[in-house]
Nanobody, 113 residues
Framework: VQLVESGGGLVQPGGSLRLSCAASGFAFSAGIMRWYRHVPGKERELVATISSDGGSTYYTDSVKGRFTIARDNANNTLYLQMNSLKPEDTAVYYC???????WGQGTQVTVSS
């Protein structure tokens, strides 16, 4: 089983990033997928959730209207499009496969001028 995140980096406030999570070794299309983020010293925060078929999504209030979660079940990939980024979005972002309770290794997103 693997969940490999990519796409993080340093971006200025107001900028955009697209995170990807490549999944393998399990039935990706069968389960809910989530993005979390973690800032040292704080609890891990659920950012967004997407249903197995992509038809239903959930966002935490602080990212609504700015972030979009999506999935490509044909290619076993989860995405998080992040627009209008703010310094408070700085964190390590993790994808999570709810079906098997498995975490990716995380990718750092830093929003700073």
């Amino acid at each position: 089983v693997q969940l490999v995140e990519s796409g993080g980096g340093l971006v200025q406030p107001g900028g955009s990033l697209r995170l990807s999570c490549a999944a393998s070794g399990f039935a990706f299309s069968a389960g809910i997928m989530r993005w979390y983020r973690h800032v040292p010293g704080k609890e891990r925060e659920l950012v967004a959730t997407i249903s197995s078929d992509g038809g239903s999504t959930y966002y935490t209030d602080s990212v609504k209207g700015r972030f979009t979660i999506a999935r490509d079940n044909a290619n076993n990939t989860l995405y998080l499009q992040m627009n209008s980024l703010k310094p408070e979005d700085t964190a390590v972002y993790y994808c999570y496969a709810a079906l098997i309770g498995y975490w990716g290794q995380g990718t750092q997103v830093t929003v700073s001028s």
